[in-house]
């Protein structure tokens, strides 16, 4: 659709039926291998960001601005590409988080996930998580949705409770409910820990709702079609293609160690050299020489 905003196709694909898969972007990089395999929208994951960018694990350490500049990295990077940035607990009060919800539709983003553990965060399969009250969970996404919906900003809002694991299932499943209230135009609750949990919420509410496919984690990770069937709208995976990158290049770094480079899978650096965007370059290049 000509001149629609990102939240505005974003809303498009929700409606439409089907699974939508997200593999999880990092960096400018990721963000065009995305869109290049054929997917529609991505999530930048926190864990991969920090992790990418810092060399730091996933508990808060990462600031807004780093946050925000990534995002705003990948969103230029694959213009066509629907991205929904991780938002973390909003970086502060009500009023932070209508700071970061407008920042990161400045920044392109289709959506923003704002969840309700306590600062700093923790990445949500890992232990030693706290959520605020109850209340103050509200007024982070009312602030949020308020935010969404005045000053011209157009962005979806992905509402996530980590409450499962600190308060058990029904306090997140409360909490979700209370989003919705509050205009959440999608709904994430993190880490159940059965399938009976997963249908549970998938039952429980309207809105979109997204599955967070996490190898290793406390959710058990089931083939699309079957997510799909239980009643979830977008799966996120969050560290696939990351941890396959970590594998790869150990795998290239052993191979010039031992003196076999001939042996490590790579790109041919034609391809390599059409991913990161020459051709573009090139054919933008002649443009203003002919103009000399």
């Known amino acids: 659709m000509q001149n629609a905003t990102p939240a505005s196709r974003l809303r498009d694909l929700l409606r ?18 995305v869109w290049d395999a054929g997917f529609e929208v991505t999530m930048t994951s926190g864990f991969a960001v920090s992790a990418a960018r810092l060399g730091m694990p996933d508990t808060g350490l990462i600031s ?6 990534q995002l705003r990295l990948v969103c230029q990077a694959a213009p066509e590409l629907l991205v929904i940035g991780d938002g973390d607990t909003g970086y502060g009060n009500a009023l932070n988080v209508r700071r970061t919800v407008r920042e990161y539709a400045r920044a392109g983003a289709a959506g923003i996930m704002i969840e309700d553990q306590v600062s700093p965060k923790k990445c949500g399969h890992t232990k030693g998580k706290q959520v605020v009250p109850f209340a103050e969970a509200r007024m982070r996404i009312r602030a949020a ?3 969404a919906r005045s000053g011209g900003t157009d962005i979806l ?10 308060n ?3 306090d997140a499943m409360d909490r979700c409910a209370m989003f919705a209230e509050e205009g959440a135009d999608m709904l994430f609750l993190e880490a159940p820990t059965s399938l009976d949990e997963m249908r549970a919420f998938c039952a429980g509410f309207s809105q979109p709702k997204l599955a967070n496919m996490v190898a290793g984690g406390h959710t058990p990770v ?9 009643g979830f709208r977008l799966a996120a995976y969050p560290l696939t293609a990351f ?13 010039i160690r031992a003196g076999r480079i001939e042996d490590t899978p790579q790109v041919s650096f034609e391809e390599l050299k059409r991913i990161v965007g020459f051709d573009e370059y090139y054919a933008a290049e002649e443009i203003y020489r002919a103009a000399e």
Do not use: K
């Open 16 to 33: 439409r039926p089907g699974l939508a898969r997200m593999p999880c972007a990092w960096d400018a990089l990721s963000a065009r291998m």
């Open 64 to 69: 807004f601005a780093e946050m925000a500049d």
């Open 145 to 147: 949705v308020d935010a």
């Open 157 to 166: 809002i992905l509402a996530r409770t980590d409450a499962r694991a600190v």
């Open 168 to 170: 058990g299932f029904q």
């Open 222 to 230: 089931l083939p699309p079609d079957e997510l799909e069937r239980i």
């Open 243 to 255: 941890s396959a990158a970590i594998e790869a290049s150990r795998q290239a770094l052993a191979a």
